[in-house]
């Protein structure tokens, strides 16, 4: 899922996504009735949080992070702390 507005067009590597077998899609704003339902799932707990985030790191391991996105790391997100 990509959110968000871009200054400029993103370069993509169409080959990834293919061989990979993976979707995208794009959303381009919530509209505020979007709010409340999405506080209520937080709240209820029925949604799998926890395992949105798979680690979270500290910044000198940004460097190797982005290494193993590149090799293709196969995780959700990593935080990374940026005090202690």
């Given at each position: 899922m990509i959110v968000g507005?871009?200054?400029?067009?993103?370069?993509?590597?169409?080959?990834?996504?293919?061989?990979?077998?993976?979707?995208?899609?794009?959303?381009?704003?919530?509209?505020?009735q979007d709010f409340e339902p999405?506080?209520?799932?937080?709240?209820?707990?029925?949604?799998?949080?926890?395992?949105?985030?798979?680690d979270i790191r500290s910044l000198d391991q940004l460097q190797s992070t982005f290494e193993e996105i590149q090799k293709g790391a196969n995780f959700m997100k990593v935080l990374f702390k940026c005090s202690d």
């Open positions: 507005i871009f200054a400029e067009p993103a370069l993509m590597d169409l080959r990834r996504i293919l061989w990979r077998e993976i979707s995208v899609y794009g959303a381009r704003n919530y509209a505020p999405a506080i209520q799932m937080v709240a209820s707990k029925t949604l799998p949080l926890d395992r949105l985030i798979s």
